[in-house]
């Protein structure tokens, strides 16, 4: 049982080069996330998909896009890349996203370094 | 939106219980607590979560006050694994996390 398996796990970009980031998770969730920590910071919500066909704005949206292919997989796609989003970016599943069903299990990450 | 506040570092003692306020004062009726875990860079581990009353686990045990504006997370009995940085979290607009800095868990020999 992988759980959230993201990819790639490191990535260099040069500015304005685009890239997307994948995960899936094997958990029959319904609920998927994005996630970007910043160093020293925690983790701050990009996007989420509460169920199949649904995506919604987090707290940092901004230069990012995400499609939810089908219930296992999210995906998170820079356009246009920055320096400014040179982080470490999570995904993360839920069987539910409302609030007693909202345990998330997390990928092990990828490193993005923009230059 | 619910926000926390944690202390941002604290040490413990192996063997001893660690004991991990969180302050909460804005918490609406309905939203629960959640504890996770960030052990070096990896991705957060998910421990325990509660909405009035106690929780216990196998990982940890958490209290939460009755006019639930702060809780406590509880580590036992700390081992040198549980270094960590936890994270106090309550879900605000129904499903989103607002995870703050946490608080830096140093267990030592």
């Known amino acids: 049982n992988a759980g959230v398996t993201q990819t790639p796990k490191f990535q260099v970009l040069k500015t304005g080069q685009s890239m997307t980031l994948q995960c899936a998770q094997d958990?029959?969730?319904?609920?998927m996330y994005w996630y970007r920590q910043d160093p020293g910071m925690g983790l701050r919500l990009i996007y989420y998909?509460?169920?199949?066909?649904?995506?919604d704005k987090g707290e940092v949206p901004n230069g990012y896009n995400v499609s939810r292919l089908n219930k296992r997989e999210f995906s998170l796609r820079l356009e246009s890349a920055a320096p400014s989003q040179t982080s470490v970016y999570f995904c993360?599943?839920?069987?539910?996203?409302?609030?007693?069903?909202?345990?998330?299990?997390f990928g092990a990450g990828t490193r993005l370094s923009v230059l | 939106d619910a926000k926390t506040t944690q202390p941002p570092s604290m040490d413990c003692a192996e063997g001893r219980a660690a004991n991990l306020p969180c302050n909460h004062s804005?918490?609406?009726?309905?939203?629960?607590v959640y504890w996770y875990r960030q052990i070096h860079s990896q991705g957060p581990q998910y421990i325990i979560h509660?909405?009035?009353n106690n929780e216990t686990n196998e990982m940890a045990s958490l209290i939460i006050t009755e006019d639930r504006k702060s809780s406590t997370l509880i580590l036992p009995h700390a081992t040198l694994r549980d270094t960590a940085v936890y994270y106090c979290?309550?879900?605000?607009?129904?499903?989103?996390?607002?995870f703050g800095s946490g608080t830096k868990l140093n267990v030592k020999p």
């Open positions: 993360a599943s839920s069987e539910g996203s409302w609030q007693s069903k909202n345990i998330q299990y």
């Open positions: 958990m029959n969730h319904n609920s």
């Open positions: 998909s509460a169920s199949e066909g649904t995506t």
């Open positions: 804005t918490i609406s009726g309905n939203e629960y």
């Open positions: 509660g909405l009035k």
């Open positions: 979290i309550v879900l605000y607009n129904f499903n989103k996390f607002y």
